[in-house]
C-alpha cells in the first residue's frame, strides 16, 4: 500500500517554517535588481558620450577641420639645373657688303654701333652718337646727301624724333633715340650725358 502524504493545514508548523525562508531568499535579488539599474544607465550614457576635446566624439577638436593636411611644399633639390638662357645676339660693327651705300650715304666718320641684312633688299644701321644733336646733324645731312624726299618728321618723347624717307629706289625709316645707357643715367635732357643712337631701316624699291 502507498503512504499518502499528511495533509499541510493553514497554521501548521511545517507550512510557517518554509514561508520565511522564501522571503528570505527573494528579498536581497529585488534590492541586487534596484541597485543594477541605475550602474547600467551610467555606463550607457558614457558609452554615448563624446571624447573629451571633441564636439562629435571624432577625436578631431572642435573647430579643426578632420580632412586631409595640405600638401607641403617641396623645397628645392640642391644641384637642380636651371633653364639656360641664351646669348644675347652680337653686333656687327661693319656694314654688310651688299649695302647700299651709294643710295644711303653715310658720313665717313659714323660710328657704327650694328648694322646687318635682315633678307634680300632689306638692311639696317645703327649708328652711335655723343648727342642729339650730333644725331639730329648726322640725320639731316643724310637726307640732303641722299636726296631724299621727307615724307614724315616728327619729334616725340624728349630726344626722340622720327623720319620717313624715300627716293625712287630705296625708303628708308628713321629713329633716333638715346641709347640703353643714356637713359639709366637719369639725366633731365636725354642724349645730354650718354650715346644717342641713329636707326635706319632700309628697304629697296627695285
Known sequence: MTRRPAPQLPGSVWSSAVRPAAVRRTAPRRVLTLLALPLAAALALSGCAPEPGSADG???????????????????????????????????????????????????????DDAGERGAGLWFAVLRYPDAAAANAALDALIEAGGFAVLSDESGLPGERTAQLETAQVQVSALIAPSEESESSGAESPGAEGAVLLSLDITALT
Do not use: H, M, N, R
Open 58 to 112: 571624432s577625436g578631431t577638436p572642435a573647430g579643426v577641420d578632420g580632412g586631409t593636411a595640405p600638401e607641403s611644399v617641396q623645397p628645392p633639390v640642391e644641384g637642380e639645373t636651371k633653364p639656360e638662357i641664351g646669348p644675347e645676339p652680337t653686333k656687327t660693327a661693319e656694314l654688310p657688303a651688299s649695302f647700299p651705300t651709294d643710295l644711303v650715304p653715310l658720313a665717313a666718320d659714323a660710328v657704327i
